[in-house]
Structure formats: structure tokens, C-alpha cells
């Protein structure tokens, strides 16, 4: 069983019915497969909707890596890119993402659904960071280097949040939304700006 | 305050922007006057530089229409310390790019395709910056092409940004905020306006077509199936800015034959189309050494209501303005004077404006100009002071001046300060005070 055709069958489910399947048995009869097939591929319906955000990021970086010139773009712009790119994928399943915010709140107030995601994430920014680092665009600090990961990861999250409230003509304005706050991040992790606030903060807790 | 659940986020940004710069104009003052204190000889230039300098950061920043408030403040030089103006200036050439990828994902949404894609070459790095976009260069079918982008979000902050500036643009102008409240309108309308890549390029080529004609005008051809909301593709120009160019030591006949166009194309478009390109700022211009000068950028556009355009040149006329009864009348339709004046205010406010139309009408009324004559501006420019700081004047508590007023005379502002810097001496009293004119 192919587990693209499970994760379509799923959202279109979600779709029309505008909840969850009652069992993974209805759910297989409807869709002409033995429950038997469906374990093959997924456990639970919570794994087939870790797996649907995760292949909303993985299609986006697979188009990505096709790109010519994405590869040789910087650090930062590459990150703008992915969330372009991203936003896109997100848009063809808008409709389906909405429902989940209306059932689950914020998706970043339920994270397990968002933890296969998550995981895939943070390997690319790691990719990202260790690029930044090589041509200078990104500045390593003993300790804090190693949390700029969680940083990106709510910064996802924001882009995430202000696409699903955007309610601007083309979403312009989540467009607008990721290009001041990836510039703002990587000016953070960049310049003097942050160093001299750390210090400052160091200076202040010692002196006490 | 509704807008405020729509983008909260831009806004609280956009505000603390101009939060940050509120106190370093005041720290400017501060330091001025500890300055003042130790060296009582200080002029004020260093703090009205100082101040320019803040507050034009903060708007460049923003874009948007904060940075076409701020062109417009450039236009009127009078009304401005002379410190704020020459920085102002500069945001009519440059703002903070936009980033590759954005620019990309612009194309992708609205085109369908990259921008690599669509033409044969494309510079991804802005070679100019327009006021609410930027332009790119671009090739394709042999030829170099100027790709105008629009910044995302710009009409969604125009509201939002306007009621920002606002306080900031009572507090330079030094006008009243009735006043401020029925002009920001009509600049708001117009900024939408601006946004509408859709809208300009039509006005674009319908424009230059009508335009056509006048000698040494030079109009780039628009391409339609490249263009979006907002994008817009037409034929890159050759040419200068108003300020480079002068630096290339143009001759006389040169600056005259530029300025004789600029001239032959507004008052073509005021007295005949009725419809003006209401952003002669020099960045929308491209002047080249053999005196043709390139236009384009036909976002903001001002259509001249009859009645307000009747009204308006009818002031021009020495005739009417004799008849005391017809010259109130004037006023009174053109919102000058009020029904609820005093006798005394509207003998205070007809005279000082009837000053002020001898003065700035004074070109119409001869058959050449040499708007090269600095004694000619410095005289506006002192009287303008003159009129801006008396009292009178800063306690009306009624708007001034019709709102069609506003664009029509920034045009004619825009066209002056530029003539002005040309230094040209050129054939003007077209077609006021001809019987032609009369009859209208």
C-alpha cells in the first residue's frame, strides 16, 4: 500500500467530513484496502498526520534541491526560499491545515504532531547554520550556536501562525512576514548585536 | 483602529520604528541645546540635519507609502528647513532592497514562472529603487528591459502607515491636523491608487500615446503578458536623474530643450487631457545629453475636476481678479475662504493668497521664463516662510484649499523645483489667457 495514497485519502476524509475517521477499519473499507495493508505503512492516525507535515516540508525541499539557483544562493537566502517555497506547498493544503488549527488549536500547542516535522527541520537549518559558518554570514558562539536550531524552529512555527490568520490578497503579507523575520535573524545571529547584549547581560549578573 | 486585527504585527513594528525615532529627534534637541549652552553661536542646521537624518531612516525602512509621504514633503522645498529637503531627496532614489528570493517568489505567484524563466537575463540585484517597488534590468528579444516589483503588504500598510506619519507630518509641516484630516484622504486615495500595478499600466499606455507627440519626449513601450498586480515590464531607459545630470555640465540649450518638454507635457496634460502624472519627483525622470528626457512611472494620476480646473486657472486671469465679488466667489469655491470666515479673515486670507497665485502664476502670464532666475524662487520661498509662521495662519482651524488642490499644486511644485535646478529658459503661457482658455 502506498502511503502517499493513504495520506490523500486521509486529508480528503478530513476534507469532507471534517473529523477524524471513527476507525481505522471504517476507514480501510472506504478506502478498499484491509486494515492489515494500512498497518504496513502507518499505526495510527497520528503517525499519518506526523507524516503529512512532514512530506508538506520534504516535497518543498526536494523542489528545492532541483533548483539551480537555490543551490547557489547564501545561507540566508536560501532560508527565505524554503519558506517561499514552503507557504506554497502550504497553500494546496490550506483548507486541509485550517481544519486541523480549528480541531487542535495552534498546531504549535499540539508539537507531536509536529515532531517528525520538526526533526526533518532541524537537520536542514543544521545544514543551513554550518553554511552560514563557512561564509561568515553566521557568527559561532561557544553555547549559543547550539540553540540557534530552536530559534528557527519557532521562527517556523510564526511563519506557520501568521499564514493560517493571513487574510491579506495572495497572502502578501505572510510574504512580507518572512522576509522581515529572517532578515531580522540572521542580523541577530550575524552582527556585533547580539554579542554585546550577552556581554552587557554577563556584565550586569557578575557585578551583582 | 480595526486594521489593527488585520496586520498586528506590521503595525506594532511600524510604530515602534517611529517610537525609536521620536526619541532621537529629541535627543538631537537635547544635545543642540547643550551645545547652545557652551557656544551660544550654534545654528540650527546641525539639528535639522541631525533630525533629517532620523527620520529619513525610520521611513526608508518602512517603504511604502511612509517613503512617498516623505517625497511628498520633499517636493514643497519651501515648507521644509532646507536640511530635511536635501535628505528627503535622497528617498526618491534609494530604500533597503528586497531580497533575491522574494523577488523570485513575486514572479512564481503572480507570472507563474521564475524570473530566469521569463527573459533571457535577469538581474536579481535592484538596480534602482522606486518609492512602493523596486526596478530590475532584465533582457529578452535582444533588448534591455526595466522590471518594475512591488514591495508585498504595500497596500495593506497604507492605511495604518498614513495615521503613523501623521503626527510626524503636522509636526514638520506645521499644519493643523482639520487641515491634515482631508488632505491625508485624498493622499491615501491616491497611494491605493499607486498600488495598483494593474491600473498604471494601463494609465501607462494610454498616457504615452496621448502624449506621443510633444518633440523630445521619450515613453518606453509596456509588455503587458510580463507584467501582473505586481509587476510591471516595459523598455529600459538610457538617461539620468535630475542631479547626476547635472553634474555632466548639460549645456544651456540642452537644460532648455529638457525643460521646454517637461513644460510642453504638463501643461498639455492639465489644460487638455485634464489628467496629470501628479509625481514629477526627478527620480520618475531620465534626462539624456541630446535633450529628450524619458518618462514613465504613470502610478499617480490626478484627474482635474471641470469645476475645480474652471475655478482654479480662472485665478490666473487679471480680469477676474480685479471684480472683488467674482474674485470672493472664486475663493469661496475653491475652499479658500470659508462661508463662516469674518469680514476681517477673508481680507486677511484673499490677500495673501492672491499674493502667493501672483507669484506662482507669474510664468503663465508671459510668454517666456527663465526659471533659472534664483531671485524669482528665493522670493516664494520667503514669502511662503513668511506666511507659514504667522499666526493667523497656524491657529485656522478650517482646511485651507480644496483637496484636488493638493496633487495639482505638487505637480506644479514637482515641475517647478525641477525646472529650477535645470536652470531653463523656456517658451511658457500656453494656453492660459488665450480665448480658447475663456471659453471653457
Known amino acids: ?29 472506504q478506502l478498499g484496502i484491509a486494515e492489515t495493508a494500512f498497518y504496513d505503512s502507518y499505526s495510527s492516525f497520528d503517525a499519518v498526520e506526523k507524516d503529512i507535515w512532514l512530506s508538506f516540508f520534504q516535497d518543498t525541499i526536494e523542489k528545492l534541491q532541483e533548483d539551480e539557483i537555490y543551490r547557489n544562493y547564501s545561507a540566508q537566502e536560501k532560508l527565505l526560499t524554503f519558506y517561499f517555497m514552503w507557504v506554497q506547498k ?118 551583582k | ?75 514643497d522645498k519651501g515648507l521644509l528647513p532646507k536640511a530635511y529637503t536635501d535628505k528627503f531627496a535622497m528617498s526618491q532614489y534609494s530604500a533597503p532592497p528586497l531580497s533575491g528570493p522574494l523577488v523570485v517568489n513575486t514572479f512564481v505567484k503572480t ?24 526596478v530590475h534590468r532584465a533582457w529578452k528579444w535582444g533588448k534591455p528591459l526595466a522590471i518594475k516589483i512591488q514591495y508585498p503588504g504595500v497596500a495593506n ?34 497611494l491605493l491608487e499607486e498600488t495598483d500595478y494593474k491600473l498604471e499600466l494601463r494609465r501607462s499606455v494610454e498616457l504615452s500615446a496621448l502624449c506621443a507627440h510633444i518633440p523630445n519626449l521619450v515613453f518606453p513601450s509596456y509588455y503587458p503578458e510580463l507584467s501582473s498586480e505586481r509587476i510591471i515590464t516595459m523598455d529600459w531607459l538610457d538617461g539620468f536623474h535630475l542631479k547626476e545630470f547635472l553634474l555632466r555640465n548639460p549645456s544651456q540649450e540642452v537644460r532648455n530643450k529638457i525643460g521646454q518638454a517637461l513644460w510642453d507635457f504638463y501643461q498639455f496634460q492639465v489644460h487638455t487631457l485634464k489628467t496629470v502624472h501628479a509625481d514629477p519627483h ?10 529628450t528626457v524619458g518618462i514613465f512611472d504613470f502610478g499617480c494620476i490626478k484627474e482635474i475636476p471641470e469645476d475645480f480646473y474652471i475655478n482654479y486657472f480662472l485665478l490666473v486671469d487679471k480680469e477676474v481678479i480685479r471684480d472683488e465679488v467674482k474674485r470672493r466667489q472664486i475663493y469661496t469655491n475653491l475652499e479658500m475662504i470659508h462661508p463662516t470666515d469674518t469680514e476681517k479673515e477673508i481680507t486677511f486670507f484673499s490677500e495673501l493668497f492672491q499674493k502667493m497665485i501672483d507669484m506662482l502664476t507669474l510664468p503663465f502670464t508671459l510668454d517666456s521664463f527663465d526659471f533659472g532666475d534664483e531671485s524669482y524662487f528665493n522670493e516664494i520661498y520667503a514669502y511662503m516662510d513668511y506666511v507659514s509662521n504667522l499666526k493667523e495662519v497656524r491657529d485656522s482651524k478650517v482646511a485651507r484649499g480644496s483637496r484636488h488642490s493638493l496633487y495639482v499644486n505638487r505637480t506644479y511644485f514637482g515641475l517647478y523645483s525641477i525646472l529650477s535646478d535645470l536652470k531653463a529658459n523656456i517658451k511658457t503661457g500656453y494656453p492660459v489667457n488665450t480665448p480658447a482658455f475663456h471659453q471653457q
Open chain 1, 1 to 29: 500500500m502506498d502511503k502517499q495514497l493513504i495520506r490523500d485519502a486521509y486529508k480528503t476524509f478530513w476534507l469532507e467530513n471534517g473529523k477524524r475517521p471513527v476507525s481505522i477499519f471504517a476507514f480501510c473499507q
Open chain 1, 90 to 207: 502550504l497553500k494546496e493544503n490550506r483548507s486541509y491545515i485550517l481544519l486541523q488549527k480549528e480541531n487542535y488549536r495552534i498546531p504549535g500547542i499540539h508539537p507531536d504532531k509536529l515532531e517528525t516535522f520538526r526533526i526533518a527541520f532541524y537537520d536542514y537549518i543544521r545544514e543551513i547554520i554550518k553554511e552560514g559558518y563557512t561564509n561568515n554570514e553566521i557568527k559561532e558562539r561557544k553555547f549559543i550556536s547550539d540553540q540557534y536550531v530552536h530559534g528557527f524552529w519557532m521562527q517556523a512555527l510564526f511563519v506557520l501562525r501568521y499564514w493560517t490568520k493571513d487574510d491579506s490578497n495572495q497572502f502578501e503579507m505572510t510574504d512580507a512576514a518572512i522576509e522581515k523575520a529572517v532578515n531580522l535573524s540572521f542580523q541577530l545571529i550575524s552582527t556585533n548585536t547580539f554579542d554585546s547584549l550577552v556581554d552587557f547581560g554577563k556584565f550586569m549578573f557578575t557585578r
Open chain 2, 1 to 75: 483602529m480595526k486594521e489593527q486585527t488585520n496586520i498586528p504585527t506590521g503595525k506594532v513594528e511600524r510604530a515602534s520604528r517611529f517610537v525609536t525615532t521620536g526619541l532621537k529627534v529629541g535627543t538631537n534637541y537635547l544635545k543642540h541645546y547643550t551645545k547652545k549652552l557652551l557656544d551660544p553661536s550654534i545654528s540650527k542646521d546641525e539639528l535639522h540635519a541631525d533630525n533629517a537624518e532620523d527620520i529619513y531612516d525610520t521611513l526608508s525602512n518602512l517603504k511604502g507609502s511612509a517613503l512617498k509621504v516623505a517625497q511628498m514633503l520633499s517636493m
Open chain 2, 111 to 134: 507570472l507563474g514562472k521564475s524570473p530566469f524563466e521569463l527573459y533571457d537575463k535577469f538581474e536579481i540585484k535592484a538596480a534602482n529603487a522606486a518609492s512602493i517597488g523596486q
Open chain 2, 157 to 190: 500598510s497604507v492605511k495604518s502607515d498614513l495615521r503613523i506619519v501623521k503626527p510626524f507630518a503636522i509636526r514638520i509641516v506645521g499644519m493643523n491636523e482639520v487641515d491634515m484630516d482631508k488632505y491625508f484622504d485624498e493622499i491615501e486615495g491616491k
Open chain 2, 282 to 291: 526627478p527620480g520618475n525622470f531620465l534626462m539624456r545629453d541630446n535633450g
